[in-house]
């Protein structure tokens, strides 16, 4: 059993920056692909980012460039930082852990950027 429990979100002004943690409890964590997911209003969840167990990276195209992801393994904690940050970030974003056919999300954290 895996629980993901994000923080570091909220307002932020445009071309502003953050970062979003996700601290994960389990043993099974740092064999995990984690990723970043984010939800719009209106929109269906798309991929941010994600992380492998090896540290191999994927961003999306709208997040390469602006969008870090990173991993401490000594704390069980993924980080995403974003930067020059848009009023179109605007989102709930999730957390995501996946090893095998064992998969957690965590409760979502609002970020919003105002313009």
């Given at each position: 059993?895996?629980?993901?429990?994000?923080?570091?979100?909220?307002?932020?002004?445009?071309?502003?920056?953050?970062?979003?943690?996700?601290?994960?409890?389990?043993?099974?964590?740092?064999?995990?692909?984690?990723?970043?997911?984010?939800?719009?209003?209106?929109?269906?969840r798309e991929l941010?980012?994600?992380?492998?167990?090896?540290?191999?990276?994927?961003?999306?195209?709208?997040?390469?460039?602006?969008?870090?992801?990173?991993?401490?393994?000594?704390?069980?904690?993924?980080?995403?930082?974003?930067?020059?940050?848009?009023?179109?970030?605007?989102?709930?974003?999730?957390?995501?852990?996946?090893?095998?056919?064992?998969?957690?999300?965590?409760?979502?954290?609002?970020?919003?950027?105002?313009?």
């Amino acid at each position: 059993q895996v629980q993901l429990v994000e923080s570091g979100g909220g307002l932020v002004q445009s071309g502003g920056s953050l970062i979003l943690s996700c601290a994960a409890s389990g043993t099974i964590f740092s064999l995990s692909t984690v990723a970043w997911h984010r939800q719009a209003p209106g929109r269906q969840r798309e991929l941010v980012a994600s992380i492998t167990a090896g540290d191999t990276t994927y961003y999306a195209d709208f997040a390469k460039g602006r969008a870090t992801i990173s991993r401490d393994k000594a704390k069980n904690t993924v980080y995403l930082q974003m930067s020059s940050l848009k009023p179109e970030d605007t989102a709930v974003y999730y957390c995501n852990s996946k090893w095998l056919s064992f998969e957690y999300w965590g409760q979502g954290i609002q970020v919003t950027v105002s313009s």
